[in-house]
Each structure stands twice: as C-alpha cells, then as structure tokens.
Nanobody, 116 residues
Framework: QVQLVESGGGLVQAGGSLRLSCVAS????????MGWYRQAPGKQRELVAT???????NYADFVKGRFTISRDNVKNTVALQMNSLKPEDTAVYYC??????????WGQGTQVTVSS
C-alpha cells in the first residue's frame, strides 16, 4: 500500500504564492506518473498538473504560467509551486500517483484558500 502525504496548504491573499509538497511512502521511481488535482466545493475534482517518470508535464489551462510541478527523487516528493494565486484557485488539493501497473493512489488533500 502506498501513502501520499500532502503539506503546504493554507490561507493566502490573491497574488500570493504557496508551495505544496507530497511525500510518497516509497520510491517515486515506482510511479509512472504523479500529479496534483483539486476539488472546489460543489465541483468535480479536476486535474491541475501531472508529471510522468519520463519528465513530461501537463498543466490545466487555468494554471499555465502560474504553477510549476517538480519532483525530488531523493526525498520521494512531488511539489507544486503556485504563484499569482487567484480566489478561484481555492480548493482542496490532492496528490495523485499512478504505478506502472495502473494502480491509482490519492493523498488525503490539503486546503488552499485564496482571499480577495
């Protein structure tokens, strides 16, 4: 069983920055892809950014140019640097990992609140 633990959420003013981090309980080399999703109240969970083991990244249009996903192979972490935050970025952010066998894992989520 894989555990993903997120941290770094909080309350920030519009235009500010936050850095989310997700620590995996095993080597991230075992994952085909890792990423971040978010879910706002009353809305479906949506993709924010993903990064494959090969280094390919994919960003939702609404975060392009503002968010950056990265990974640290030594610390078994994947991070999401969020800049120029907007009130509409307010959501619970979830870390996701998919193994090469297509097993899908989720973290418990971290709340991000952006005030106007």
């Amino acid at each position: 069983q894989v555990q993903l633990v997120e941290s770094g959420g909080g309350l920030v003013q519009a235009g500010g920055s936050l850095r989310l981090s997700c620590v995996a309980s095993r080597s991230i080399f075992s994952f085909n892809a890792m990423g971040w999703y978010r879910q706002a109240p009353g809305k479906q969970r949506e993709l924010v950014a993903t990064r494959t083991s090969g280094g390919n990244t994919n960003y939702a249009d609404f975060v392009k140019g503002r968010f950056t996903i990265s990974r640290d192979n030594v610390k078994n972490t994947v991070a999401l640097q969020m800049n120029s935050l907007k009130p509409e970025d307010t959501a619970v952010y979830y870390c996701n990992a998919i193994t090469f066998m297509q097993d899908n894992y989720w973290g418990q989520g971290t709340q991000v609140t952006v005030s106007s």
